[in-house]
């Protein structure tokens, strides 16, 4: 197998997705890393890396590491606020890229995103690690192979510890929200499940009892109307106790026309005309490796483009309809 | 104790609320009972009353048995579209009226109640059943005594199976639809355990694959903006396989300042600082012992008229915005 090269923006949050997906990757060689900005630093990443046997180049300006490397693949977890500018560098150069979520942080910055890669269609995904959760995995393996019948209506759920944050997360300029956060998992998790097309949301978020983390939102719910009369909602939350017995209460269920199914507390049970029973997990690949499968064509990938899109206008208006206190509809059709 | 008399018009849905209740009242004594319409019978319900010691008069015209009987309180649980008519006729003769949910089906018939209701302010409540179920009782009292802090984010969900229906089911003139029957116990928890006010609600209704029932929703979800930023949706189904272990998936959940609780599966569990446990359940008043205490003055009484018309107004409202597909704005203060 030919040597994969990477580059990596960054090491904000969700590093070890890739970090982690690497290491099953033997074929697969960091060439350079850069940080995300003058005031960003990637002592970790690159500390991990030599750890890891691979030797990348470090670089003070991600375009010129671009330029030199040309990368098989760009990863992106840099900070928030450059997501998009650093998609549309990799775009103008035709190299893939696996970008934290979301890829945009604005509408204008996604309409920027829509036309570049329209122009250039490089694989392009984001950091939806849901996905690759077993207990979602096998849910979504269940719906699609029919069990629950068609889709009728979606709840998902997110509900985290606060904790300590960096200050990024204070401001919205930097953090981007906790739609687009936290509640870019759920619209991910709708739109995968549905297999359906968004037509209109209204959400609502608050930032009271925050801790004092200037705009961070600490609590959302968002309600999609999606095509089909299909509905969905989404309960995102910060307030989950210091005591509870893990980070995270994340939730999925789909009620369709022939069952009800259920990701709950890392298990999954299915109810239909049988009665009701936990399935067993399934194996989900590494979104890294599932990614580099797209890239190299040697499988189709559990994430695209389009989606990537779709599921990023989809927060941002789930956030302007927060924001502006009523409905947004979705004009455009996806791709 | 003096003898409390009652009337009941009607058999429908929960007469067993108002049977069951009744043994707990030895002091109640049921004097009268009227069919709901010239195509309504009360056979079950007198048989049932005679075995259980009452020799109730049988009128096939209620206003006379009111006139006639003069009770102490009456019992409405005929057509969901004469609900309002005959709390009507109720509070003009100054008796007290427990009415099925919805008391109203439309707006129109809210506003005419509200106005006699404010003229008659006579005790008023209805068959909001899931508050005198143990775990959503055991909830309330929870969230009233503070363990966790202030309520931010409500999540109410009714799950049912759907089963045969009579026709009045098929049509929303004589069902009223989804939300206000299912939706209005699930929005009775939210206003009941949020002691917030509704300011605005977006919601979504499908009758598809309703097994040909005509206009009944099967599926529905509501997301409302309560006062103080607080956050409520409800997830509103009929899509319950017949294999399920039993009719109902009810929950409740509540996630605030200081921990997260929840009803499921008949059991509450309840997450703080401390970490995760479940709670004991509490043993609640029937909801008929509950009413009769308010109309004789010995109780508070957990319902009261004026939170029957709120609920009442939310869910006509929460229809409205499905149908329409947009938000509805909550203009009226609650009394």
Same mark, same amino acid.
């Given at each position: 197998m030919e040597t994969l090269t990477l580059c990596i923006i960054g090491e904000r949050g969700h590093t070890n997705y890739v970090l982690d997906g690497l290491k099953d990757l033997p074929h697969a060689r960091v060439a350079g890393i850069s940080p995300?900005? +003058? +005031?960003?630093?990637?002592e970790f990443l690159n500390a991990a890396l030599h750890c890891m046997g691979h030797e990348p180049r470090l670089y003070a300006e991600y375009r010129q590491m671009l330029d030199r490397e040309r990368p098989d693949l760009l990863c992106v977890i840099g900070p928030f606020e450059r997501h998009a500018e650093m998609c549309l560098e990799a775009f103008a150069r035709g190299i893939p890229v696996l970008c934290e979520k979301p890829v945009a942080l604005t509408l204008d910055e996604l309409a920027r995103l829509r036309d570049a890669w329209q122009v250039n269609p490089v694989p392009f995904a984001s950091l939806m690690g849901m996905r690759f959760e077993s207990p979602f995995y096998t849910l979504f393996q269940a719906v699609k192979a029919g069990v629950i019948g068609d889709p009728r209506l979606i709840q998902a759920q997110k509900s985290y510890r606060l904790g300590a944050r960096p200050d990024y997360y204070f401001r919205r300029e930097t953090y981007g929200g906790t739609i687009p956060w936290v509640g870019s998992h759920a619209v991910d998790l709708i739109h995968w499940l549905s297999g359906q097309r968004f037509e209109s949301v209204f959400a609502t978020h608050s930032a009271q009892n925050n801790a004092g983390y200037g705009t961070m939102e600490v609590s959302a719910q968002m309600q999609f109307v999606l095509s089909g009369g299909v509905a969905a909602s989404a309960s995102l939350d910060y307030l989950r106790p210091s005591g509870a017995p893990s980070h995270g209460d994340d939730r999925a269920r789909v009620a369709g026309t022939l069952g009800v199914i259920e990701a709950r507390a890392g298990r999954v049970w299915l109810i239909d005309a049988q009665g009701e029973r936990e399935l067993a997990l399934r194996e989900p690949p590494s979104l890294l490796a599932d990614f580099v499968a797209q890239v190299e064509g040697s499988g189709e990938g559990m994430q695209d483009g389009a989606q990537t899109l779709a599921v990023t206008e989809a927060c941002l208006l789930a956030r302007q309809s927060a924001d502006e206190g009523r409905v947004v509809r979705f004009v455009q059709e996806e791709a």
């Open positions: 995300g900005g +003058a +005031a960003e630093g990637v």
